[in-house]
């Protein structure tokens, strides 16, 4: 997907349509991480979905002519524009949180690991 985001905002640019991805860096409270990755011990190092939300409206608020080709990880846009708390977004409050299975070895604010 990342690849095709990078094709994508080269290609489109000048038409001032921009093309970013967006990652999680922690699990996210899903459905699928609630029934295929480990219940409620899974949720409890999740953040919630709203993460996702609060950092690409950061993004979409960009001028797409100069905002496009990035490969961006959510905490890290909440971070670089001061717009929320990432404890904030936590499902328990000073929970561990678990490392997404797409950014092995970064360690996100706070974590400290199982």
């Known amino acids: 997907m990342t690849l095709c985001a990078l094709g994508i905002a080269e290609e489109l640019?000048?038409?001032?349509?921009?093309?970013?991805t967006l990652w999680p860096?922690?699990?996210v409270a899903t459905a699928a991480v609630r029934n295929l990755l480990g219940g409620d011990e899974a949720m409890g190092r999740a953040r919630k979905p709203e993460i996702y939300s609060d950092a690409a409206?950061?993004?979409?608020?960009?001028?797409?002519?100069?905002?496009?080709g990035n490969t961006l990880l959510?905490?890290?846009?909440?971070l670089d524009f001061r717009r929320q708390r990432l404890v904030d977004h936590n499902c328990v409050p000073g929970g561990k949180l678990g490392v997404d299975f797409w950014v092995?070895?970064?360690?996100?604010?706070?974590y400290s690991g199982p």
């Not at 640019?13 to 970013?20: K, L, Q, T, V």
């Not at 959510?74 to 909440?78: M, Q, Y």
């Not at 092995?104 to 706070?110: F, M, T």
Request: negative net charge; contains cysteine.
């Open 74 to 78: 959510c905490e890290d846009v909440l």
């Open 25 to 27: 860096r922690t699990l």
């Open 104 to 110: 092995d070895g970064v360690n996100p604010p706070g």
């Open 13 to 20: 640019r000048e038409d001032g349509i921009a093309s970013n």
């Open 57 to 68: 409206y950061v993004i979409l608020n960009k001028p797409s002519r100069e905002y496009t």
